[in-house]
């Protein structure tokens, strides 16, 4: 489900924050976006009272908005847009998300443990110290994000796609990478040990065991 | 207006329900029905609304399979580029320009070079890209110049929009504009691609 308006204000084409009514709901009404917005401090703190009333968070646009210190854990996001955010210190273990954008955010010592998120994007983000571990990431988008310290160990990542990412640190073990794609990511002291790396693709031009044997070394497979 | 996604499991496509759910409108239009489930029908007839058109981006069997089973049930206007796709009842896209369906504003945009007859929809600040476009990389082609001229379309048609707008492609994980415009391995500047 997903849920998109354009921007009020005159000659703006960005996307239009969520409007809520008078009982604090979300509304189809056209809003303005982050810029155009009269009263930020109160809308940011409509927007986290409405997360944390709620356990399931459907059509919430809320860019550009900073989250810390807070526990998510076990909500249910659908057609959630939260580009440009920032993500401090958040706990959101167990949760579930479908098709939601988080292009361009940064996640700063988060935990998506045991988590289901299908369908979303977190291109060009930046994770750092962030746990996936144990979790399901299908069909996810990480293209052009950066990780450091990371872990998405035990988790699956079918046909979810890594191209140009930046990781660092970070451990895929034990994880289901078929189908993922590894295109042009730059990978440092990255343990692929016991994953399924003849199922992923890691060199567009040529396919399983060929592509990994030029890309891979012994040492990410040992880790 | 909200957009429902469904993945078609037989051949990974995705497939889009897109509502208008305006007590006024109640209609539906179906992007791609690459196959036509049970929980596609529910969401339709569960929801009360009609569905008044079928978008489709391009004329191969994985995007358009479920076609035939929605004619049997509904009588949508099916909007594609090519005639083929449901003969006479095919309301035949030529260019750009913007229709009304569902009571929404469609913008449709020609973009071929995967296939000649590749339609990319914008409803609202989403597009719709079919197999033009995925996340990170552009569709496949079967020649350097569809392949360029897919560049091209897809760069000057596309990527020239608001950057926040959302993609949602016909494989894959979705993505937007501003992704595409620093990530994408095939828009990237020669000096920066992998060895093609």
Do not use: W
């Amino acid at each position: 489900m997903y849920l998109m308006n354009i921007c009020s204000a005159k000659d703006c084409n960005n996307t239009a924050l969520s409007s809520f009514d008078e009982n604090g709901n979300i509304t189809e009404d056209k809003g303005f976006c982050f810029e155009h917005l009269a009263n930020k401090d109160e809308y940011v703190s409509k927007i986290k009272k409405y997360i944390l009333d709620h356990d399931k968070i459907v059509g919430l646009t809320a860019c550009g908005i900073s989250f810390s210190d807070s526990d998510f854990t076990n909500k249910k996001f659908y057609g959630c847009n939260f580009q440009h955010c920032t993500f401090s210190n958040i706990h959101a273990d167990n949760t579930r998300m479908r098709m939601c954008i988080f292009d361009f955010s940064s996640f700063e010592n988060c935990s998506f443990l045991k988590s289901n998120i299908q369908y979303t994007s977190f291109s060009g983000s930046n994770f750092s110290q962030t746990l996936f571990t144990g979790s399901d990431l299908i069909d996810n988008n990480f293209n052009g994000a950066t990780a450091v310290e990371c872990s998405f160990d035990d988790s699956d990542c079918y046909n979810s796609r890594f191209i140009r990412a930046n990781l660092q640190n970070t451990s895929f073990r034990n994880c289901n990478i078929k189908k993922t794609i590894f295109y042009n990511s730059t990978r440092d002291n990255v343990s692929l040990k016991l994953s399924n790396t003849r199922e992923a693709l890691f060199d567009r031009n040529t396919a399983g065991l060929v592509s990994e044997i030029d890309t891979i070394t012994d040492e990410d497979l040992t880790k | 207006m909200k957009i429902y996604f469904h993945l078609c499991l037989e051949e990974f496509t995705n497939c889009y329900v897109v509502v208008n759910d305006s007590p006024s409108v109640m209609e539906a239009l179906i992007i791609d029905p690459g196959k036509i489930t049970n929980e596609i029908i529910s969401q339709i007839e569960n929801g009360g609304y009609k569905l008044t058109g079928v978008l489709v981006t391009h004329n191969h069997e994985n995007h358009i399979h479920g076609l035939s089973t929605l004619r049997k049930i509904y009588s949508p206007k099916i909007y594609a580029a090519d005639y083929e796709v449901a003969g006479n009842e095919t309301v035949v896209l030529r260019g750009d320009g913007t229709i009304k369906v569902a009571e929404l504003d469609v913008k449709y945009i020609s973009v071929p070079g995967h296939s000649a007859d590749s339609m990319v929809y914008k409803i609202g600040n989403v597009f719709f890209t079919g197999d033009c476009i995925s996340a990170g990389m552009i569709g496949d082609t079967n020649s350097q110049y569809s392949h360029r001229l897919l560049c091209t379309n897809v760069e000057n048609k596309i990527l020239s929009e608001t950057e926040d707008c959302v993609i949602m492609p016909g494989h894959g994980p979705p993505t937007t504009i501003a992704s595409e415009k620093k990530f994408n391995i095939d828009l990237m500047p020669s000096e920066e691609k992998p060895n093609d």
